[in-house]
Each structure stands twice: as C-alpha cells, then as structure tokens.
C-alpha cells in the first residue's frame, strides 16, 4: 500500500511516527498496548507498520544480537518471526511510501527495544518503549 513520505502518523506529538536515515518512518517511541499471543516463545505481540520511501533504497532492520533471545520482528506480512529482514527497494516516487503491516514479538509483558536500521552503508540504532516508556 503506499502512502505520502515522509508518514507522519498521528497528529498527536506522542502518536508521530519518526524518520530514521531519511528512507524509513518508524512508529513513536512508546507504544503502550501489547497484547498476549497465548502461545511461547513469543508471549506477546505489539502490531506497528513501518513505510519505506519508494525510492528505491533497501531497509534491513535487525534485532541487536543480545536482544534476540527477548524480542524479534516481522515485517511485510511475512508469516515468519524473524531477528533480521531486509525490505527490497520498490519504486522511484521519492514523495510516496510503501507501508509494512508488522510489528514486534515479546517473552515478556514489555521492554525497551533497540532495533538497527541500515540504508546503504549508513545504520542507525532507534529504540521502542513496548508496554512501557524507554527512561
């Protein structure tokens, strides 16, 4: 699905989503609601989309190795719990978007998350308060 670039979200200031290494907009920093999945390992779930600037450029997101025992991803409805993905460059519409469903898996209830962005040869690493603010 595309939408304009950069997405913004919200228009509450706690509800914007952030523009990480100008290619990719990623949810706030605090997303409150996580909810059980009744199944292990993954005890809980916390749905939220990422959108990809259509130009293009390729995303890989990763879980820090010592948080992978604590936390993976999914992006792009892929059916896989996965601790890295790459999100193939699509398009030429520097202006539009393309949105991933997806979101974050959980052991525990919440947690202050570290996820690496790389675009290229540049990396970012941006944290996600689950349940809980990062402090």
Do not use: H
């Not at 992006?75 to 997806?102: F, Q, T």
């Amino acid at each position: 699905m595309q939408t304009k670039f950069p997405y913004v979200g919200s228009s509450r200031p706690r509800g914007r989503y952030r523009l990480v290494l100008g290619v990719v907009s990623v949810p706030p920093a605090f997303l409150e609601q996580v909810v059980p999945t009744n199944s292990t390992p993954w005890a809980y779930w916390r749905k939220a989309g990422l959108v990809v600037r259509a130009s293009g450029e390729s995303v890989t997101v990763r879980v820090p190795q010592a948080w992978r025992n604590r936390v993976a991803i999914t992006w792009g409805n892929r059916p896989d719990i996965v601790s890295s993905l790459r999100i193939a460059g699509c398009g030429s519409a520097p202006e539009a978007g393309n949105a991933y469903a997806g979101g974050f898996y959980l052991r525990s209830r919440s947690a202050c998350v570290p996820l690496n962005f790389r675009v290229g040869r540049r990396s970012a690493t941006i944290r996600f308060g689950l349940g809980r603010p990062c402090t």
